[in-house]
């Protein structure tokens, strides 16, 4: 499977502050997804962001807040905008592999302060 | 949109002991994901399931998916102390979707 990489490993931020999160991918994929896991809890996906394109957003989640780049088949950015304490979570990018297999990146721990 | 039921929550077992975990669905689902996070990290895909029916393993793990595709099981044997983390279910509805609504996860603790 595809080596997946994510920056920053964890951050503190201040809030009212934005983050900008790098998805690079070691082989070119279709589909690449961000997901939220909120402090013991489970995936839940923000939004799903194909090249070339505007990203397709899930219920609850807006484009102003977390808006998404994809600029090419193995990178993506995501940020998180006017960070608040409740947007303390670990943010997953994850990619689609054969068969509508999913992997994912290792993370990024976000602190918000 | 469709919701996952994921039990046990969590579980402590002594190692030795085999495991036995499930997810329940309101949808069908015609894929079904099983992974495993350790702390600090993203979750690792175990194993993937396609066919109702379908008993797929990997090693001490298996896995089945559900022949009213609704549900589906993952059993470990044999519990080793590096079996401790949390194990997610996922299911996918359409496919090749690649999007994937993930169950609330088990934590294993396995005491040696």
């Known amino acids: ?113 | 949109g469709q919701q996952l039921n994921q039990s046990p929550q969590s579980m402590f077992i002594q190692e030795g002991e085999d495991v036995s975990m499930n997810c329940t669905s309101s949808s069908i689902f015609n894929t079904w994901l099983w992974y495993k996070q350790d702390p600090g990290e993203g979750p690792v895909l175990l194993i993937a399931l396609y066919k109702a029916g379908e008993l797929t393993s990997n090693g001490r793990l298996t896995a089945q998916f559900g022949i009213t595709r609704k549900d589906s099981f993952l059993n470990i044997s044999a519990s080793i102390p590096s079996d401790v983390g949390i194990y997610f279910c996922a299911g996918q509805e359409g496919t090749n979707a690649g999007k994937s609504t993930f169950g609330d996860g088990t934590t294993l603790t396995v005491k040696p």
């Open chain 1, 1 to 113: 499977s595809a080596v997946i990489s994510q920056k920053p490993s964890r951050d503190i931020c201040q809030r009212g502050t934005s983050l900008t999160i790098q998805c690079q991918v070691d082989s070119q994929v279709t589909m690449m997804f961000w997901y939220r896991q909120q402090p013991g809890q489970s995936l839940t996906l923000i939004a799903t962001a194909n090249q070339g394109s505007e990203a397709t957003y899930e219920s609850g989640f807006v484009i102003d807040k977390f808006p998404i780049s994809r600029p090419n088949l193995t990178f993506s950015t995501l940020t998180v905008s006017n960070m608040s304490p409740e947007d303390s979570s670990i943010y997953l990018c994850s990619i689609q592999g054969a068969q509508g297999t999913q992997y994912f990146g290792p993370g990024t721990r976000l602190l918000v302060l």
